[in-house]
């Protein structure tokens, strides 16, 4: 399928790097999405937004929860993470696919493709704004620790630190005061399977 999309063989780093700025895409535009919906909640003090019943509802639904919730991007955006971290192993799996020298080995490739996105993920950052109004930085290297928690951050009941998967018990998160009712916590929970496959349920 790759070659197919692309005839000729790509070059590795700006392989890498496209995908890195794709990543970085999604995220800047997931700022947005998600600060839209911290300033209607703040704006609306003690309101709960519905969470659609079953498993196509927390993707396919209307009113508040469409506006103001993120499960379809962050589905988009896990794929994205797993794309980046995954690309230095992709170069061993299938070399014929990447324009490499002769004089290299895809192994030798691989070490210095690791260390260039580790160079790019560190250089790489976005901002949000936590809940007292402080700004808070995040590198592509911090967010893509905290992967897992994007699979369940697409909640707009949660407070914006818990939305960008900020660590338990961390000075990030002392701020954070609003939570999913315990309800919506435990349907997160059973839906959390399909993000974990990167699947969307279907419809």
């Known amino acids: 399928m790759e070659r197919i999309i692309n005839p000729e063989p790509l070059d590795p780093e700006t392989a890498l790097l496209d995908l890195i ?3 970085y895409e999604q995220l800047t535009v997931r700022i947005i999405s998600v600060a839209n919906g911290e300033a209607y ?5 003690g ?3 519905a969470m659609p019943g079953g498993l196509t509802g927390v993707f396919q639904a209307g009113g508040q929860w469409e506006d103001f919730s993120t499960p379809n991007r962050d589905l ?11 690309f230095p192993d992709k170069i061993v799996r299938s070399p014929d696919d990447f324009k490499m020298s002769k004089l290299s080995s895809p192994e030798r490739v691989k070490k210095n493709l690791e260390t260039f996105l580790a160079r790019k993920l560190s250089e790489l950052s976005i901002t949000y704004i936590r809940t007292n109004g402080t700004e808070q930085i995040l590198t592509l290297a911090e967010i893509l620790k905290r992967k897992d928690a994007f699979e ?3 909640n707009p009941n949660d407070g914006i630190e818990i939305r960008w998967g900020a660590p338990e018990n961390s000075d990030e998160r002392s701020t954070c005061h609003r939570h999913v009712p315990a309800g919506q916590l435990e349907k997160m929970r059973s839906v959390r ?3 974990q496959k990167r699947l969307h349920p279907p419809t």
């Open 76 to 86: 988009r955006l896990l794929i994205a993470m797993d794309a980046v971290l995954d």
């Open 21 to 23: 700025q794709a990543l």
């Open 41 to 45: 909640m703040k704006s609306h003090p």
């Open 47 to 49: 309101e709960v937004i």
């Open 152 to 154: 369940m951050a697409y």
């Open 193 to 195: 399977i399909w993000f």
